[in-house]
Each structure stands twice: as C-alpha cells, then as structure tokens.
C-alpha cells in the first residue's frame, strides 16, 4: 500500500511543479524500471524480502527522482538558450551527469558499509540498496534525457519566467 502512495504523492508532485507530462512519465518510468531490475535481482540472487529490504523501492524512488529532477530543471534552464532539444539535452547531461554521479556514489558507500555489518540482512540490505542507486543512476542519465528530448518543448513562457511550476513559485 505504500509503494502506490507514494508513486501517486510523486506524480502529483512532479506535475505540480514542472506542468510538463514527459517530466512526469520519463522520472517515474526510469524509477519502475530500476525498481524491478533491482527486486528481479534480488529474486535471482534467492535474497528473501525481509523489513528491510521493504524499504529498497521508496529508498529507490527518492534517489531516482531526485536525480531527475536537476537534470530536467537543468535541460529547461538549457532550452532559454537554444531550440534544439537534443542539443539541451546533451548541454543538461554534460552539465549534471557529474553531480548526479558523486551524489549516487556516495550514497551507495553509505549503504556499502553496512557490508562490515554483523546481521546478515543488514548487510543484505546495504549491498542491495548500494546497488540500486547506482542502477537508479544509470537509468536516469540515461534513460530521463533522451525520454524528454523527445517530446515538444514546454511553453516558451514556463522556461523564460524563471517559474517552473505552481510549487516553485509558491516557494520564492
């Protein structure tokens, strides 16, 4: 019941702040497709689900989104300056795939420590959830621009006002 909660609480979210469908559908799709690589992985590997291992999906579900978010903030950012959607794309990517890389990195160290752990399904846990943020890195970078770049730009007005949605600018 969870899981579908909080799929439902991030695609509201995600249309809320960026009134765009492909930056809805390109996040939420790169996070389903690391989601069940990462379980179908875990079924391969006969590696029961336990309590915590409950917790990889949503965990997943933040990394991934997160990540997507500044790469499609950083493409609409790249669109005021050029027409050219895939060159935005690759100008967002250039941009972000670092940041995004070290972010995904360190917090799949994080969850690799936990390999020096004494509890079997806490180091379980750890290695799992390690290579689930790499893998939700992966799909993202990969996956997120070329989905977006596909699709018609958004309005010329969203990308020139600074604002990019209802969320944003209630923020400012």
């Known amino acids: 019941l969870l ?5 439902i609480v ?42 915590l291992t409950n917790i990889i999906t949503p965990l997943l579900l933040i990394v991934g989104l997160s990540d997507s978010v500044h790469l499609i903030g950083r493409y609409r950012e790249e669109l005021r300056f050029t027409d050219d959607r895939k060159v935005a794309g690759q100008k967002a ?18 969850f690799a420590s936990l390999a ?21 890195y992966l799909a ?8 977006i770049t596909l699709f018609k730009a958004p309005p010329s007005d969203q990308r020139s006002s600074g604002e990019t949605g209802f969320l944003e600018g209630s923020l400012i």
């Open 3 to 7: 899981n579908p909660l909080m799929g």
């Open 10 to 51: 991030c695609l509201l979210i995600l249309g809320m702040t960026f009134r765009w469908w492909p930056a809805v559908v390109a996040p939420i799709s790169a996070v389903l497709v690391t989601a069940i690589a990462t379980l179908g992985t875990m079924a391969l590997l006969g590696q029961p689900l336990t309590i």
């Open 93 to 110: 990517v250039r941009a972000m795939m670092s940041a995004c890389f070290l972010t995904s990195l360190t917090t799949a160290f994080g």
């Open 116 to 136: 020096t752990a004494r509890t079997p399904e806490l180091r379980s846990f750890g290695l799992t959830a390690a290579g689930g943020v790499l893998g939700a």
């Open 140 to 147: 993202t970078v990969f996956f997120v621009p070329a989905f």
